[in-house]
Structures are given as C-alpha cells and as structure tokens.
C-alpha cells in the first residue's frame, strides 16, 4: 500500500529522476512534470497528498504555480530552490506553503516532512468528510434534537455502531425515527455514495416478498442486489412472511442472495439494519417471527424513547417543526404561551414524534386564520382540511396529495413512483423531506 501520492514539479530532468526514486523507494507514488501550467493541468485529473515544487522554473514560477493552485486544491506545497533565500521562504509561507526547503537538502529531512504532511492532508480530508456527513444529516438533527440522557446516549450510540459493519435492530414505537436512525448509521458508516434501500415488509404482499427481495431469472435486481455495498433496511421486520424467513437467514449467513428461478447464487455485501415497533419476544413467540433469524440481525440494538418519556425534549422538538413549516408555508412563526407548553408536555404523543410534526403544521396553518392556540390544533385533528390562503402553500398542499397518492399506487416502490410523476428520484426525494411527507404512515393508512 502506497504512503502517498507526490507530484514532483521541477524542470531540472535529473533533479525529476532522482527525486522520483528517492520517493518510490520510500514507498510513495510519484508523478513527476517538467513546469508549473503542466502541473496545475495534472491537479484536474489527481489529487495527490503533496506537491512538491521547484521555485525557480521558466514561464510560470513555483511561487505563481502555489497561488495558481491554491484556487483550486488544498493539497499542501511543499517548494524548495537551490537559490532560496529568507525572503523567498517567507513569501512562500505567507502565500501558504507547507514548508520551504533549500538545496541541497537531506534526503531524511524531506522524507520526514512529506511523511508529516501526508498525515496533516489525510486527517484533512477525514475531517471535510466527516463534517459534510454531518452537515447532510439534516433529519438527524431534526429527529433526534433534545437534551434528554435517552436521546444523548443515542446520539454517541449512532456515532458507535455507525464505525463498524456488525447488523443493527432498531426498536421503538411509530413515529419514533426508526429510518431516520437507520439512515444515519448508513451515512456515517458505509456513506451516502453506496446504497441505502429501504424494504417496508408490511407494505409488500407476502405473494411477492420473495421475488421483491431476491428477485427472479427474468428480474435478477432484487432489493437485496440493488443494496450491494451498502445498507438494507428493514421497517417493520416482524410482519416479514414466515415461508422467507428461513430463505432470507441463509442470505444473511452466506452473503449469498439466490434469485428465484436461478441456479446462480449472487454475492452479496450488505450491511443490514432492521427495525420492528412491536414487542420482539411477543413476535418471536405468537407471530411466527424465526428467533435464529432475530438473533443474526441484533448483534446491537438501539432502543428509540417514546416521545412521552423525553420531557422538555418536547419543547424542542415543536418549535423546530414551527420554524420548518412556517418557512415552507411563508407564513410568520406563532408565539407558545405558557398555556401552549403545558398542552404540549401533559399530551401523551400516541403518534409519536410523526404525531407532534403533524400538529405543529396544523398550528401553523390555522396561525393564519388567527388561532394562536395549540390546544386547538389538537381539536382540529379530525377537523377538515385547513385551506390554504396564499399561492405557495396551495401549490404545497396540491404536490404533496400527488405525491401520496403516487406513493400509494406504487405499493411504496420509489422509482416507479418517481417515473409516474415524471420527475427524477432525487427531485423526488427532495420533494418528500421539504413536504414532510412520511411515506409508512401514507402506506399504513390506505
């Protein structure tokens, strides 16, 4: 395994020659160019870990190439010249070179320092890494906002669980977060460039669970190919049918996925998350649920809190989703009163946090016809429709009706929901998180 890729840049073809055997034998990857344009059009086509760059070249100098190549990489310079001077070495610094060094120099030092710099590039690009993973877990943040010790310790036990590959069950109520958790162990682990595919397997009739999952000789592209170095969710694992539990266990054991129909066995590298809202023992006992398949996909568990037990996490929770809704409905953010937040913490929240998201943009709503209480946001839940009054939430209303309905003549299946509507799967699920659209409860209901 290479210790890094240098990109030497020196005219001098001798200086190239040696340099590039010194830093192969010490185990780099070297790609070496004669001047400073030819080197910045190698920077579009690699990203080496350090460049290493002469200061006195023809045409485009060492110190124009840094302030060329700062515009488009962050990967650090380190320049040297055999008429180097402390002016020279200063200016290369401010413009922001790792390092200067002056010829001759000792070949341990230079080594020492690329190995140094490799070390800062590399803890570099994982911190970038971590922090955009971060930052597009937006339904992390909104799911699991709170203080509670509960939702702390879920927190760091995402952050835990996410860094190995061992199968996950999450347990909790509807409305709890179940795939939001399950996405968020897929980002921070595997990574939101290999696939997460979601199964509902109380949302797929049991005539067809099997060819869904495994797929057939005419239709090889099952769920469980499609996940291929990725993530497999499973919502609702208790109402998987019995006759596949035993076919799906082998699947599991062999990282093997035979399609129906097939003599060929497809290899398959799947980390597997599953998440159940009913008692697992209850299932295992009365509901046909195998304990030998149970006991392959809990090697961790996650336990999500009822929202009840989460006290001023409540709180949290509900003015987050009124700044959400007020901003998708263009609408000024209602004030809560003190009567409003002991409404709000004496509710028992059957639904959940899906319960609480659907009251505050009943508030929301009616904020406009000038309720400004919470309480009779409750009240209004088996009220009619609020209508909307201006043009944006109209159009919000009308996209999200599509789109449930969509979702429902699709049994749930995302990309024929997607070519229905004539859009694209990302635009469509972009559309679902801005909407708040929660496509088990859509499924749960019809």
């Known amino acids: 395994m290479s210790n890094g890729d240098i990109l030497v840049v020196d005219d001098d073809r001798e200086m190239r020659v040696s340099l590039s055997h010194l830093l192969k034998s010490a185990g780099y990857g070297v790609q070496a160019v004669s001047e400073g344009r030819e080197a910045l059009a190698a920077l579009g086509r690699m990203t080496p870990d350090v460049v290493l760059c002469d200061v006195r070249m023809p045409g485009m100098d060492g110190l124009e190439f840094q302030r060329e190549a700062a515009k488009v990489t962050k990967v650090p310079i380190v320049l040297f010249s055999a008429h180097g001077d402390i002016p020279t070495a200063v200016q290369a ?24 710099a490799v070390r800062m590039k590399r ?29 702390r310790d879920i927190r760091q036990s995402i952050f835990d669980y996410a860094a190995t590959s061992a199968n ?48 057939s000789a005419d239709t090889p592209t099952g769920l469980m190919q499609r996940a291929n170095g990725g993530t497999l969710f499973l919502d609702e694992l208790t109402s998987m049918p019995a006759e596949t539990q035993s076919k799906f266990l082998r699947a599991v054991e062999t990282k093997m996925c035979e399609p129906i129909g097939s003599d060929n066995p497809v290899a398959v590298d799947i980390r597997i998350v599953s998440a159940a809202s009913q008692d697992l023992r209850t299932a295992v006992k009365k509901h046909g649920l195998r304990e030998d398949l149970l006991f392959r996909l809990n090697t961790l568990v996650i336990d999500l809190p009822d929202l009840a037990d989460r006290g001023e996490d409540i709180l949290l929770l509900f003015r987050h989703y009124l700044r959400r809704f007020s901003a998708l409905y263009d609408v000024a953010e209602p004030d809560l009163s003190n009567s409003d937040y002991a409404v709000l913490l004496a509710h028992d929240w059957p639904g959940n946090v899906r319960e609480l998201q659907s009251v505050a943009e009943r508030h929301v709503l009616a904020s406009k016809r000038g309720s400004t209480s919470v309480q009779q946001a409750f009240q209004g839940e088996s009220s009619a429709t609020v209508v909307p009054t201006t043009l944006r939430a109209a159009v919000a209303v009308f996209e999200s009706e599509i789109i449930s309905q969509a979702i429902v003549a699709n049994a749930g299946r995302m990309d024929d929901t997607a070519a229905q509507l004539g859009i694209g799967r990302r635009t469509l699920n972009e559309k679902i998180v801005k909407l708040g659209i929660h496509k088990d409860q859509i499924l749960r209901s019809d």
């Open 123 to 151: 803890l570099q690009d994982n911190t970038e890494r971590l922090e955009e993973r971060l930052t597009s877990l937006t339904d992390l943040a909104q799911i699991l906002i709170g203080d509670s010790d509960g939702i």
């Open 168 to 215: 996950v069950l999450i347990s909790g109520k509807t409305g709890t977060g179940k795939e939001i958790v399950a996405r968020a162990l897929h980002d921070l682990g595997r990574g939101p460039a290999h696939p997460f595919i979601a199964i509902n397997c109380a949302a797929i009739p049991p005539d067809r669970f099997e060819e869904t999952v495994f797929g």
């Open 93 to 116: 610094i401010q413009n922001g070179a790792y390092s200067f060094l002056e010829k001759p120099f000792d070949p341990r030092r230079l080594l020492t320092l690329l190995g140094n």
